[in-house]
């Protein structure tokens, strides 16, 4: 059945470390997204990507980085530079814009 | 600068009654309009959606309206039940541009 697949579900990193995001979809949909989510919070958008081989910055993409090579999969990145990285991180897809179908999330925690 | 705004963070209803959330926007660009679901520790659901064409829309117990002249919208929710228990995020995106812009959610707690 189709859907959108996020691995690990919790992740843990020291600090220092780069750690990636796995992120991967088999509904046809052009458009994927990265989100962040800490307490209290809104969802803010961390990167997108339109079509593959070719992204853009969301509103908070310092720290992070991201690749499209295949439509079927977007990874993230959580770079050191990224100074306050522990939060739960959402992919989602969307075949047009508008609606974002989301995966279930991976909590990166710093340690 | 919030351009999607829930001012409530937390409404709590009876089993059976309606519930209403609120959000508001700043931005006239905005033209469509979602609303989601959130558990905790799960990614959002996609509930119901309204294009700035239309003042409402109706999915079941769901119903949201769109006021554009006081840049407001509103999910109905009715009857509510306990199941509905969870966080609600309204989400707005404007012309072709791909991106979303989230509210900060507000937690729905229905009492049985």
């Known amino acids: 059945d189709g859907g959108i697949t996020q691995s690990p579900k919790y992740l843990f990193r020291k600090e220092g470390q780069n750690v990636t995001l796995s992120c991967e979809q088999n509904l046809n949909h052009d458009a994927m997204y990265w989100y962040r989510q800490d307490p209290g919070q809104g969802l803010r958008l961390i990167y997108y990507s339109q079509i593959v081989n070719d992204f853009q910055k969301g509103d908070i993409a310092e720290g992070y980085s991201v690749s499209r090579e295949k439509k079927e999969s977007f990874p993230l990145t959580v770079t050191s530079a990224q100074k306050n990285p522990t939060a739960f991180y959402l992919c989602?897809?969307?075949?047009?814009?508008?609606?974002?179908?989301f995966g279930q999330g991976t909590r990166l925690t710093v340690v | 600068d919030q351009q999607v705004k829930q001012n409530s963070p937390s409404l709590s209803v009876q089993e059976g009654r309606i519930s209403i959330l609120n959000c508001d926007y700043t931005?006239?660009?905005?033209?469509?309009f979602l609303w989601y679901k959130k558990y905790p520790a799960e990614g959002p659901t996609f509930l119901i959606s309204i294009s700035s064409i239309k003042d409402k829309n109706e999915d079941g117990r769901f119903t949201v309206f769109l006021n554009k002249s006081a840049k407001h919208l509103s999910l109905h929710i009715v009857p509510s039940q306990p199941g509905d228990s969870a966080v609600y995020f309204c989400?707005?995106?404007?012309?072709?541009?791909?991106?979303?812009?989230f509210g900060k959610g507000t937690l729905l707690t229905v009492n049985p």
């Open positions: 989602a897809s969307s075949i047009e814009p508008g609606i974002n179908f």
């Open positions: 989400a707005a995106s404007g012309g072709s541009n791909y991106k979303l812009t």
């Open positions: 931005n006239s660009m905005f033209d469509y």
